[in-house]
Every structure is written in structure tokens, then in C-alpha cells.
């Protein structure tokens, strides 16, 4: 007769739930052991230190010793001096006198004269000058001067200027003009004349009649007498 298992007990049914139980099971314990931290256990081999023992403990004071150096012996006394007479004759200095006797010649340098240079002002333009040149016969302030001088050498030069001769030299009709630039030096003459004309006669003309012009005063600047340029146009019509 064949005995016949149950089908319940037989453990070969739950094979793989035992497997799958032991399986979590090593895993649970290889979770537990790598997360377990472990300490190194500290050994003191001097035991415990007593620090109030070093703390009572008592330091002597103690003083600085300067060390006192010896002071250096006297010197020797000298010995006996004896006074030696001095025999070398000592030479007298003669100091010779700086008079002069009137009989003895002196001799005198030449003195050479220095002749001094007078110092070049430049001419300074009539529109700055500080006391413009004064025509005889003009007074007043800077500008009545300045005024007074234009009139009167306009006045000179009409006057004195020959009219006819722009007519005998066959100009074209029309108005003509003459520039005449001069200079009044430092002292008041009239020097450096030069004119520009339609024609050389009138140039000869034009200077001929402004070194008629009478001796001025000077122009300053800071006070010193200084030459000026001046310019003089001379308008005149030709029929």
C-alpha cells in the first residue's frame, strides 16, 4: 500500500518563499553591520593631569646684578719738568707800511671809459599808445589830442599838396588816392617817408609835402618818449 503526502506538507511547495525570506534576511544583516559606527577607544597613558598643582607652584623673584666695571687707575703722575732755555733765534715778521711817499712815482691804471648803450625801444602802433604825439597848437585829453593831430596834418597836406598836377599828368577822371606811411621818432621828427601813388610824380609830390609837416612832441609809453608809425591817406579827384 503506498502512503500518500498531503499536498500541504509537502515543504517543497514554499521552496522559493523560504529562498526569497532568507534572501532579505542577509540583506537586513548586511544593512545593520555597514551602518553600525564603531569609536576608537581613547587611552590616556599619563592619566589626568592636575593643572592646580602647577598653578600653586611659586616663582622666586629674582633682581638683575649690573656688574660693576673698575673704574681705570689714574694717570702717572708727571715727572720733574726742567726748563730748557731756547736757543734757536725766532725770525721777527716785518710788516711792511702801505703809505706812499710823496717823492715815490705811483702807478695808476688806465680807466677806460664804458660808453653806455642807449636802449631800442620799438616803435608801438598809433591805436595803443599811451600819450599819442602832440601837434603844435593841440591840447586836451588822449582823444582830443589824437583828434587834433589827424585834422591838422589832413589840413597841412591839402594845403600845401599841388592839385594841378594830377591834371597835367593825363589821369584817367575819378577819384584818386595816395597812401603815405611816415614815422615820428622819439624826438619828434619826421622821418622814414614812403608813399604809394597812381603815379611816380605824385609819390615824389605826396613825400615833398610831408617832410613839410612841423616838429611834433613825441608819443610816450610808461613815460618814455617813443617812435610811432603813422598812415596818411590823401584822396583827391581828377575831372
Known amino acids: 500500500m503506498e502512503i500518500k503526502k498531503n499536498p500541504?506538507?509537502?515543504?517543497?511547495?514554499?521552496?522559493?518563499?523560504?529562498?526569497q525570506l532568507g534572501l532579505v534576511l542577509a540583506l537586513f544583516v548586511t544593512y545593520v553591520a555597514m551602518e553600525n559606527k564603531t569609536y576608537d577607544r581613547?587611552?590616556?597613558?599619563?592619566?589626568?593631569?592636575?593643572?592646580?598643582?602647577?598653578?600653586?607652584e611659586d616663582i622666586p623673584i629674582t633682581e638683575r646684578i649690573e656688574e660693576i666695571k673698575p673704574k681705570a687707575p689714574p694717570p702717572p703722575a708727571p715727572e720733574k719738568i726742567e726748563i730748557v732755555e731756547d736757543e734757536k733765534e725766532v725770525e721777527e715778521t716785518v710788516i711792511e707800511t702801505t703809505e706812499t711817499d710823496e717823492t715815490e712815482a705811483v702807478e695808476v691804471e688806465e680807466i677806460v671809459e664804458v660808453e653806455e648803450v642807449e636802449e631800442v625801444v620799438e616803435d608801438v602802433p598809433f591805436a595803443i599808445i599811451e600819450e599819442v604825439p602832440v601837434f603844435p597848437g593841440c591840447t586836451g585829453t588822449r582823444q582830443q589830442k589824437s583828434d587834433c593831430l589827424n585834422d591838422k596834418i589832413k589840413k597841412h597836406v591839402?594845403?600845401?599838396?599841388?592839385?594841378?598836377?594830377?591834371?597835367?599828368?593825363?589821369?584817367?577822371?575819378?577819384?584818386?588816392?595816395?597812401?603815405?606811411?611816415?614815422?615820428?621818432?622819439?624826438k619828434g621828427n619826421i622821418t622814414e617817408i614812403n608813399a604809394r601813388a597812381p603815379h611816380p610824380k605824385l609819390k615824389d609830390?605826396?613825400?615833398?609835402?610831408?617832410?613839410?609837416?612841423?616838429?611834433?612832441?613825441?608819443?610816450?609809453?610808461r613815460g618814455v618818449p617813443v617812435g610811432m608809425k603813422y598812415t596818411l591817406p590823401i584822396v583827391f579827384s581828377v575831372e
Do not use: C, H
Request: charged share 30%; aromatic share 8%.
Open 8 to 19: 500541504k506538507s509537502n515543504l517543497e511547495n514554499y521552496s522559493k518563499l523560504f529562498i
Open 158 to 186: 591839402t594845403r600845401k599838396f599841388n592839385g594841378d598836377l594830377a591834371g597835367e599828368l593825363g589821369l584817367s577822371p575819378g577819384k584818386k588816392k595816395i597812401w603815405v606811411v611816415f614815422r615820428i621818432d622819439p
Open 42 to 56: 581613547a587611552i590616556d597613558a599619563f592619566g589626568d593631569a592636575n593643572m592646580q598643582d602647577l598653578m600653586e
Open 205 to 221: 609830390e605826396a613825400i615833398r609835402v610831408t617832410k613839410t609837416l612841423p616838429k611834433m612832441t613825441p608819443g610816450k609809453q
